[in-house]
């Protein structure tokens, strides 16, 4: 295995490393990868990837690429001739040309069939709808592929699964991750700014499934996996340090996030979960994603769904970090707690009785738990509370740092932004929590009965403004109550 950082390269084996050190996390990512075998990031990497081809193909195997009309004309197409100059045999692309394309089953499909009428190993020159269509053919046709970044809009290009449409609901398919990653930074940083600003975001998603992951760790769910949470924690903030830079397209910016979106699909790759790179700020997208939400005619990116998904948690965190749960009545929650006749009504009356409720039916089936497993829950709950909440203290930035960030790169933080109100942003809350069984802090708030109140605090009933100077009939909030301050503005982000 070889791992590239900047183009300097280096042989991959365990060990130690500081969020400083890009070559080591790389070494150990590779170390730990169960397909990616090689990972280059760097400036003018289009001309080498003939070479990398070979290094993990062969010289005599052809190769397919496979594109969009738009990454055809970013990359393809220099690509293409980088093959021709190093006579290598290629098979002629794939390139879907439909303008409403994204990560739909029927896509995958057609490049299957094209896959089966060659043994050509597939190119796939792209994001996130290239990537995971092709992830998913090149499985069912028997080969793995080559991935060539054409943005950093998401972190699936290392993660081992398929994230498809599929008869209307967004579907993990189970498919090894590429053999080999080329990131080309020039062709990254020159990617149009909504899409990096996407991969910002979901990048930024990870501090709060981090948190997530540190509860269900601490009330013995779900155990941190070391390896995993170091890939993805340990270079995390750096990798988030500049999002100005990320919006402008500068180098140093888009590389360090490139590599930090690279390393949470190591994680995912190595504990074949998307556990470390996905919480409860990834529900609200795939709820919103199941609902076929759209914002000016189309629907807004994955990473602009989880950026208010984020920050929406975020604030949820900071209204249960404020709650003494170590005092919490374990008698009357247990008492209280919903049956499953409770919760069937509630499917019903918060998703209808088509797919999305049989979804949640599912769903809340496997996490189902008795009053005396939730009793021993909350009694440990209780146990840890005053340690995990300053384990949360210390991981979690505050939610308005968070919503600055996101705005500093150009992704939305507040739900107007993709076109959801407040009010259903707060019955998402309850939504996104019955359609996962994974445990987090929707969990967390139900389990120990304080969602609804958490929410009425979040979402306060708005009063009138009668300040003179205020324009007739505007709704305000108190300053520094409920969610955010003054009257419910937002700057516009394209959908």
């Known amino acids: 295995m070889t791992a590239t950082t900047d183009t300097a390269t280096t042989t991959a084996a365990p060990g130690t490393h500081s969020s400083g050190d890009g070559q080591a996390l790389i070494r150990r990512a590779l170390a730990a990868a169960r397909e990616t075998r090689r990972l280059e990031v760097g400036p003018d990497l289009l001309g080498t990837i003939p070479a990398v081809f070979a290094d ?16 055809l004309a970013a990359a393809g197409e220099a690509v293409l001739a980088a093959f021709a100059a190093a006579g290598h045999p290629t098979v002629e692309p794939f390139v879907f040309d439909d303008p409403a394309l994204y990560a739909e089953h029927k896509y995958v499909e057609q490049l299957q069939a094209w896959l089966a009428t060659h043994d050509a190993v597939p190119v796939a020159v792209g994001s996130g709808t290239i990537n995971d269509v092709t992830k998913l053919a090149a499985h069912r046709t028997g080969r793995q592929y080559l991935s060539v970044a054409t943005a950093a809009s998401m972190d699936g290009y290392t993660a081992f699964g398929a994230s498809i449409t599929f008869k209307g609901s967004k579907q993990t398919f189970d498919c090894p991750a590429p053999q080999a990653v080329v990131a080309d930074l020039d062709v990254i940083a020159a990617a149009p700014p909504i899409l990096n600003a996407a991969g ?14 540190i509860v269900a760790d601490a009330l013995g769910i779900e155990p941190i996996d070391p390896t995993a949470w170091d890939l993805v924690q340990v270079p995390l903030m750096a990798s988030l340090a500049d999002p100005a830079g990320v919006r402008r397209g500068d180098i140093k910016a888009v590389g360090d996030l490139t590599r930090g979106l690279m390393m949470g699909g190591f994680a995912m790759q190595w504990t074949k979960s998307s556990r470390p790179a996905s919480g409860a700020e990834h529900q609200f997208s795939h709820l919103w994603d199941m609902q ?10 994955h990473g602009f769904k989880v950026a208010v998904g984020t920050v929406a948690v975020a604030r949820l965190y900071e209204q249960l970090l404020g709650l003494p749960l170590d005092e919490l009545d374990i008698d009357g929650t247990v008492a209280t707690a919903p049956t499953a006749a409770d919760t069937e009504a509630d499917i019903v009356r918060r998703l209808g009785d088509g797919e999305l409720a049989d979804k949640a039916r599912l769903e809340m089936t496997a996490k189902s738990i008795t009053p005396a497993a939730l009793r021993d829950r909350l009694r440990r709950l209780r146990e840890v509370w005053p340690t995990l909440r300053e384990r949360l203290r210390a991981h979690l930035p505050p939610a308005a740092k968070l919503a600055e960030m996101l705005a500093a790169a150009g992704a939305p933080s507040e739900p107007e932004q993709v076109g959801i109100s407040r009010d259903r942003l707060r019955d998402s809350y309850h939504q996104a929590y019955l359609i996962r069984r994974r445990f987090t802090v929707l969990d967390l708030a139900v389990e120990a009965g304080v969602l609804d109140a958490s929410l009425g605090r979040l979402f306060p009933p708005l009063r009138r403004s009668f300040h003179p100077r205020a324009r007739r009939g505007t709704a305000s909030l108190p300053p520094g109550e409920g969610w955010g301050e003054g009257e419910r503005r937002c700057d516009p982000v394209p959908p």
Request: charged share 20%.
């Open 56 to 71: 993990q193909f062969g010289r005599e195997r052809p190769a397919a690429l496979v594109t969009d009309r738009h990454t």
């Open 200 to 213: 910002y975001a979901d990048l930024l998603a990870k501090v709060t499934a981090g948190a997530d992951w």
């Open 292 to 301: 076929h939400h759209t914002h000016g005619g189309a629907a807004p990116s």
